[in-house]
């Protein structure tokens, strides 16, 4: 009888389990020979060079760097699936160039992206962390109402700018739109979308009061929003990111934030997360920062863990997979 074929997943996810009412990798479990990383602390690069030295098939997180110099030590590795819809963590021409597929998660994940973005917008552009810190700490307490407290900028009438027209910007401009506000959109491809005004990157940044990023971190994105970009904005601005830090130059943003040149920043992703509990952004009162949860409900999670082993098991099985990151891959 032939082996079922051996598997790594990264992650436990009991806890999502939990929510779910239901064992997310029941399926995974039924065909292959699974190895649930057993431990609280996340596999480092060292363990998953051994997990991974005999794996067919690996269920991975974007927080899972799998990179040329790592594959390299993977000679039997068939198919990666990450639960994340980027997949910036993986060399993905090393993967194909070892036939390896790798899976992601694009679509059951754009809805509850988009809410978090708007979400920032309307947090950092109307200053409710600050403002609700002023309440928490006392201060309102030992002061009183004031006609110019907490000041923020509308959105309503306002004109948002959306650099990159993927379905999680395109979530985002049907929100701007019922929400009254002028939409203008950017994407590399010159991507047409109704109800948003396609511009040149400069246009956008000269007339935009509120800026959302949405673009996938590669090697043309990288520092795309640098000091000069930051500099081409109009002056107070509201910059929002829940694509992923290397698309903001960071410490050309800390400058921006310091001269007042932006307004306020809503922050989900960062060059390195967990981003440093001593980093200068933590300092700014006008910067909202999440830990990367643009996709962090129940339902979404869920979808997502269940589209990857769906990929997983495809891949596992030599069929197309649901959603595929390097179709050259697939034989
Ligand atoms: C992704 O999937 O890439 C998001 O950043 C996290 O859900």
Redesign the pocket.
């Known amino acids: 009888m032939k082996e079922n074929p051996r598997v790594f997943v990264s992650d436990g996810m009991d806890g999502l389990a939990r929510r779910a009412g239901r064992d997310l990798l029941a399926p995974l479990r039924a065909a292959a020979d699974c190895r649930v990383w057993p431990h609280v602390r996340p596999a480092a690069r060292e363990d998953l060079r051994e997990e991974l030295a005999e794996a067919e098939g690996v269920l991975c997180l ?1 927080t899972d760097v799998l990179d040329a110099e790592l594959l390299a030590g993977c000679p039997d590795l068939r198919v990666i699936s990450s639960i ?3 997949v910036d963590h993986i060399d993905l021409d090393a993967a194909t160039s070892q036939d390896i597929v790798v899976g992601n ?1 694009p679509g059951v ?1 754009t809805e509850t992206t988009a809410d978090l973005a708007f979400a920032l917008l309307l947090t950092a552009g109307r200053r409710v962390v600050e403002a609700g810190d002023f309440l928490r700490t006392g201060a309102w307490a030992k002061s009183r109402w004031a006609i110019d407290s907490f000041v923020g900028r509308d959105l309503h009438g306002a004109t948002l700018g959306i650099v990159g027209l993927g379905p999680i910007g395109q979530a985002v401009a049907r929100r701007a739109q019922g929400f009254g506000m002028r939409v203008l959109g950017w994407s590399r491809s010159g991507r047409e979308v109704l109800g948003v005004r396609g511009v040149a990157l400069e246009q956008l940044f000269a007339e935009a009061d509120f800026v959302s990023l949405h673009v996938a971190l590669t090697a043309e994105t990288r520092g795309l929003i640098d000091a000069r970009a930051l500099a081409a904005m109009k002056p107070g601005v509201v910059l929002v990111n829940t694509a992923r830090g290397g698309v903001i130059d960071q410490p050309a943003l800390v400058e921006a934030l310091e001269s007042g040149q932006l307004g306020a920043v809503g922050l989900d992703v960062f060059e390195s997360e967990p981003i440093d509990a001593e980093h200068p952004l933590l300092g700014f009162p006008n910067a909202v920062l999440t830990p ?1 949860i ?2 962090a409900s129940v339902e979404t999670r869920v979808r997502m863990v269940d589209l990857a082993v769906a990929n997983l098991l495809a891949g596992l099985r030599g069929e197309p997979l649901p959603a595929c990151a390097n179709p050259g891959a697939e034989r």
């Open positions: 974007l994340s819809v980027g998660t994940l990367h643009g996709s």
